[in-house]
């Protein structure tokens, strides 16, 4: 599975931005897939999981309420709804896909065995 993730850009705190995480393969549907985040000078960090049907999701407390994930398997793609940003919220946007699909509960970076090039979010206060 190759994982490629676009829509970053520069917003303004408070406002919106919609990531998206296209993937190639036959296999896709059948994964779990996250989204996770690097700040400048920190570690990367969970924040978000869905299942292999959109069934079921999860999110770091950070994001909670804020942030939405959702899935198109017939596009194969993935959605990062961001609203509310916060200048927090910068960072380079990656998402991975976890070849167990059935659960929402991945949250290290470690378990995931497929990696996207990132997206730039920058939101500006």
């Known amino acids: 599975v190759q994982l490629q993730a676009s829509g970053g850009g520069l917003v303004q705190a408070g406002g919106s931005l919609r990531l998206s995480c296209v993937a190639s393969?036959?296999?896709?549907?059948?994964?779990?897939v996250g989204w996770f985040r690097q700040a400048p000078g920190k570690e990367r960090e969970f924040v978000t999981v869905?299942?292999?049907?959109?069934?079921?999701?999860y999110y770091a407390d950070a994001v909670k309420g804020r942030f939405t994930i959702s899935r198109e398997n017939a596009k194969k793609t993935v959605f990062l709804q961001m609203n509310s940003v916060q200048p927090a919220d910068t960072g380079v946007y990656y998402c991975?896909?976890?070849?167990?699909?059935?659960?929402?509960?991945?949250?290290?970076?470690?378990?995931?065995?497929?990696w996207g090039p990132g997206t730039l979010v920058t939101v500006s206060s």
């Open positions: 991975a896909a976890h070849t167990v699909g059935l659960v929402a509960a991945h949250t290290a970076a470690r378990d995931y065995g497929y």
């Open positions: 393969g036959d296999s896709f549907s059948s994964y779990a």
């Open positions: 869905i299942n292999w049907d959109g069934s079921s999701t």
